[in-house]
């Protein structure tokens, strides 16, 4: 069974930077494409940042130059660096693994969230 646990989250102040992680197991991580999403109160989860199993992360366009994310094939983990917060990033970050399943095609695997809140 593949669990994923982010953690990382917390209180921060609009400028601020927090590093969210998200360790795997029961899974062959190097072979999952990962990816962050979010999802602040009265809204929809969105897309953060994705790293597929061969790199080449992408960023949504509120995101871009200000997160980085990056993964640690050896440590099961996904990490995102968030910098220059705004109360817009408040939410709850979540990190997804896709795992391929041949022929069955792809399981989704969800972390539980983590908690962020950008206020001064």
């Known amino acids: 069974q593949v669990h994923l646990v982010e953690s990382g989250g917390g209180l921060v102040q609009p400028g601020g930077s927090l590093r969210l992680s998200c360790e795997t197991s029961g899974t062959i991580f190097e072979r999952n494409d990962m990816s962050w999403h979010r999802q602040a109160p009265g809204k929809e989860r969105e897309l953060v940042a994705g790293?597929?199993?061969?790199?080449?992360?992408h960023y949504a366009d509120s995101v871009k130059g200000r997160f980085i994310t990056s993964r640690h094939n050896a440590k099961n983990t996904v990490y995102l660096q968030t910098n220059a917060r705004i109360p817009e990033d408040t939410a709850v970050y979540y990190c997804?693994?896709?795992?391929?399943?041949?022929?069955?095609?792809?399981?989704?695997?969800w972390g539980q969230g983590t908690q962020v809140t950008v206020s001064s």
């Open positions: 790293i597929p199993a061969d790199g080449g992360a």
């Open positions: 997804k693994a896709e795992e391929p399943r041949g022929w069955f095609g792809v399981l989704n695997n």
